[in-house]
């Protein structure tokens, strides 16, 4: 592998920080011992890496760090207004969804069509599905808790996204479950 | 990411992350703009950046601010039409009664012509200098961050290094900004 002058101008830098595989090295070292030109460039390539590397180490004024906290802890106690606000409404949500289902004798069947025999008159759902669901919400709500206080997202939105009527409905399935009696 | 954490790398890291700022933007107000917000986004991370990778996630985020920094530093002058980048500076700086945050440092004449000489490059060429002999970033490194071939990055510095040479002969401005301009 041979090399010319351009080629080398363009490998100095790696050579001179001691990159490069083997092979292209050894072809540099060889032009450079030919070549005085691109010598003197190795020179002035390695003075300009010793000025560069020996930049001091500026100290950033601690206003900077007292801004950045001060922002954390602003986004945080936002974050945790938000959570109330939002722990309020999965709670509001949740206890008019409980109201509702545990209202005796309530929800009931659809009306037999006119001709058809009685059919009994049965809970939509049962304790078992309501438990489910109201541990469902909670596990949502304390999620949602966590994301907000660990994350700094600020709104519900960005949360739950298009989840929210699902965490309030929780696993409970739909009414008009065919599968079931009624 | 525990609050504790994160004021400790805050304390560990932000000289490393406002010096890059500092000797990239070349001014004060924005260095520390640049650090605050490169902390900020690092603590909306919640930890995400494994603790071996902080210094180098922290030099990528800083480097893109500063990046970003310029090019509204270059749309701002084309707004105001100000054709000399050096008026604007200088502009910028009687406005903020700044004073020259490297003053004060321990640079001797070259380091502080490099400095100098450095501000006339593009952004990006610029932070790819940093991050080459600054930082001492291997070349294959910086090409894979900025998403280029080792041979562009290559390129870039050696002709990065011919108009350091120019600026420094014309004083830290002229030749090499007019070489470069336009591709900033």
Partial sequence: ????????????AAYAAGDGDSESRSAMTTHLAECPACRRELEREVELRTA????????????????????????RSTGRRRLWYAGAGALAAAALAGALLLRPGAPV?????????NVAVVPAYSEAEIAAARRDLIRTVTLTARILDRTGRNTLAEVFSERLPAAVAGSLRPLGDPTRGG | MKHSTFTELLESHRDRVYTQ????????????????????????????VPADKVAPWLA???RNLCIDQCRRRAAARRHLGVADPDAMDSLASTAGADD????????DDRQR?????????????RSVMLMHYYEGRKLADIAV??????????????????????????????EATAEHRGTA
């Fill in chain 2, 145 to 174: 961050a900025l998403g280029k071939s080792v041979s562009a990055v290559k390129v870039q510095v050696h002709r990065a290094r011919h108009s350091l040479r120019l600026a420094i002969r014309a004083g830290g401005a002229g």
């Fill in chain 2, 113 to 125: 012509q490099l400095v100098d000489a450095l501000q006339t490059l593009p952004a990006e060429t």
């Fill in chain 1, 109 to 117: 069947a659809p009306p037999a069509a006119p001709g058809s025999a």
């Fill in chain 1, 52 to 75: 560069l590397a020996g930049l001091p180490l500026v100290t950033c004024p601690t206003a900077v760090s007292r801004r950045v906290l001060d922002a954390i802890e602003q986004r």
């Fill in chain 1, 1 to 12: 592998m041979k090399i010319d002058c351009p080629a080398c101008a363009v490998e100095l």
């Fill in chain 2, 60 to 62: 990528h985020v800083t």
């Fill in chain 2, 100 to 107: 020259d945050p490297l003053r004060n440092l321990d640079l």
């Fill in chain 2, 21 to 48: 700022a500092l000797y990239s933007l070349r001014e004060r107000r924005d260095a520390e703009d640049v650090t605050q917000e490169a902390f900020l986004r690092l603590w909306r991370q919640g930890g995400e």
